[in-house]
């Protein structure tokens, strides 16, 4: 898909490898973000591409609940991606209502000016915690969803907000169920920050890593350039109506294995401190992706060992993985 492209949430972790990535494709593209969570350095690399030429950037500072920020955003897209959200089932727990303002409200306010500005295309961020804590493993799109969480719900009801205006011929959605995404430029010390950038932190900075229960809850890891290439294949393969996809690898790992990868790449060990279980926390996760790749043509290609490999050197404080993360079409 040519044209211009809305990102918002793109100062975040994953909004801002999208930005690289479409750059890289020379595709123009602008960001709106309030900056709650993203940071102007996220975008130090989009800036250097955008100075190359080839590929536009703005970048718009803007709440998504802002009608007339939002409406100025919008104008001459031809798709938007929707990552702006409060990602933290923490902080959902603790301000309910203002997580479904932002989470909810914030798309539902998304769409409707995406709809009077024309926009073709609407990618949400969605979530595996619309899941809940699944019974059977892999989970399926057609696994029934049990929101345990205020930020559950809030995404679950983001994808009805986009399956209306689909179902209405209004704009065509892509709502990608992201699992537990990590990689560089996660923040470690976001409520909502992965176990993974959590470790990897503390190895660098020599401190103990604390773990919620027993530590053998498990999750599907995906690479954030595996997520970034789904997006991208979201965005510019034909499609119509809604389609709602799951993005993982089809693998687990419990925490446990996790740490002892993580003092493999660092090569220290890590003092553990063992906590009791977090709210809401499930058990165990995996994703069933094939969906996404019948409809997309994707399916995750970084192992956790190359993905940790390259987190390690962003957080030991090497460089970025080699070029944006997932350059091309899909």
Not at 241 to 251: F, I, Q, Y
Request: net charge negative; proline share 4%; aromatic share 6%.
């Amino acid at each position: 898909m040519d044209g211009l492209i809305l990102v918002t949430g793109g100062a975040g972790f994953i909004g801002s490898h999208l930005v690289d990535a479409l750059l890289v494709n020379g595709t123009d593209v602008r960001v709106l973000d309030d900056f709650s969570t993203g940071k102007d350095e996220n975008l130090d690399s989009a800036w250097a591409l955008a100075a190359q030429g080839g590929a536009g950037l703005q970048v718009i500072g803007g709440d998504v609940r802002d009608e007339v920020r939002l409406r100025d955003a919008m104008d001459g897209c031809t798709a938007v991606v929707h990552l702006a959200a409060v990602p933290s089932v923490a902080r959902s727990m603790d301000d309910p209502v203002g997580c479904d303002s932002v989470t909810h409200g914030g798309t539902v306010n998304a769409v409707r000016q995406a709809v009077e500005a024309g926009v073709e295309r609407f990618v949400l961020a969605s979530s595996c915690a619309v899941y809940g804590d699944a019974t059977r493993l892999p989970i399926a799109e057609t696994t029934p969803p049990r929101p345990l969480s205020p930020y559950a719900g809030a995404k679950l009801a983001s994808e009805g907000v986009c399956a209306d205006a689909a179902d209405a011929g209004q704009l065509t959605a892509v709502c990608l169920r992201f699992f537990n995404v990590y990689g560089p430029r996660q923040d470690p010390g976001s409520a909502y920050s992965g176990v993974i950038s959590r470790f990897l932190s503390a190895a660098a900075a020599g401190e103990p890593v604390t773990i919620y229960g027993d530590g053998r809850q498990s999750r599907d890891f995906v690479y954030v350039g595996d997520v970034v290439a789904a997006i991208l294949a979201a965005l510019w393969r034909p499609l119509s109506g809604v389609s709602v996809l799951n993005l993982g690898t089809g693998r687990q790992s419990d925490l446990l294995q996790i740490i002892d990868a993580v003092e493999d790449q660092s090569g220290q060990r890590l003092d553990r401190r063992m906590e009791p279980p977090r709210e809401s926390d499930i058990r165990h996760s995996r994703a069933d992706a094939r969906r996404a790749r019948w409809v997309l043509g994707w399916e995750a290609r970084t192992s956790l060992g190359d993905g940790l490999a390259r987190t390690w050197d962003w957080f030991a404080g090497g460089e970025d993985e080699d070029g944006p993360a997932g350059g091309g079409r899909g």
